[in-house]
């Protein structure tokens, strides 16, 4: 997949009490913290209120790499991508928050950790592509 310009992106840290959600666009191909929300029903809007054009989701996993079967997540991916009119990409969010605690060198608040977890895998996903 390539970077199409003036695309925006949205990475989506998922997790049943809260999702913490970034931003990024073609343009600077920088993600940064967005905010929290509660539920899918935000979410959506978000997609349509920032303009959307790919999500890129952290999907849980085991140490071994092997896909988490977590019903509540993999529900909450089904709705989605039922939901919404873009594409949604999931990518290994693995040790993603002990990440967020070794930059930040101090347990940051839940939400805004989340926020910052979605930052580093969107920014991991788009370095990648293109």
Request: glycine share 8%; charged share 30%.
């Amino acid at each position: 997949m390539e970077i199409e310009e003036g695309q925006q992106y949205l990475g989506v840290d998922w997790g049943e009490k809260r999702i913490g959600l970034a931003l990024a666009d073609a343009e600077t191909r920088m993600a940064l913290p967005f905010k929290t929300v509660a539920d899918l029903k935000s979410l959506l809007g978000i997609i349509i209120e920032e303009e959307i054009g790919l999500v890129v989701i952290g999907s849980p996993r085991k140490m071994g790499g092997a896909v988490a079967s977590n019903p509540s997540y993999l529900n909450f991916l089904k709705e989605l991508r039922a939901k919404s009119a873009v594409p949604v990409v999931e990518v290994d969010e693995r040790l993603s928050s002990k990440a967020v605690d070794a930059l930040s060198g101090e347990k940051r608040d839940k939400a805004g950790r989340d926020e910052v977890a979605a930052a580093l895998f969107l920014q991991d996903y788009l370095d990648l592509i293109d």
